[in-house]
């Protein structure tokens, strides 16, 4: 049974700053619906990427322009964590 894990914190490799705002980790948890559908219309419109970058920021209360400073390792960390919900197939869960 897969199990997700509904929050994680990311301990950023170099803190993003913006203006007087510095950024040591990011706190994600579960993408709301909202978040998800956002998601979803960024990724038709532009790429994948993008949309992945407005996700990570409605998800962790931040701002788009602190994330493009972001390493790209600590950009797939967070990428993996929301993708687990992403891709949650409720099948597999022995229920169904």
């Given at each position: 049974m897969a199990v997700l894990d509904k929050t994680k914190t990311i301990v950023l490799c170099q803190a993003l700053t913006v203006g007087d705002t510095r950024y040591e980790h990011l706190d994600l948890k579960e993408p709301a619906l909202a978040e998800v559908e956002q998601f979803y219309d960024i990724q038709r419109a532009k790429n994948s990427m993008a949309a992945m970058k407005l996700?990570?920021?409605?998800?962790?209360?931040?701002t788009e322009k602190a994330l493009g400073a972001m390493a790209f390792t600590d950009y797939r960390k967070c990428e993996d964590f929301l993708m687990s919900f992403l891709t949650f197939d409720p099948s597999t869960d022995g229920n169904s």
């Open positions: 996700l990570i920021a409605l998800n962790a209360g931040v």
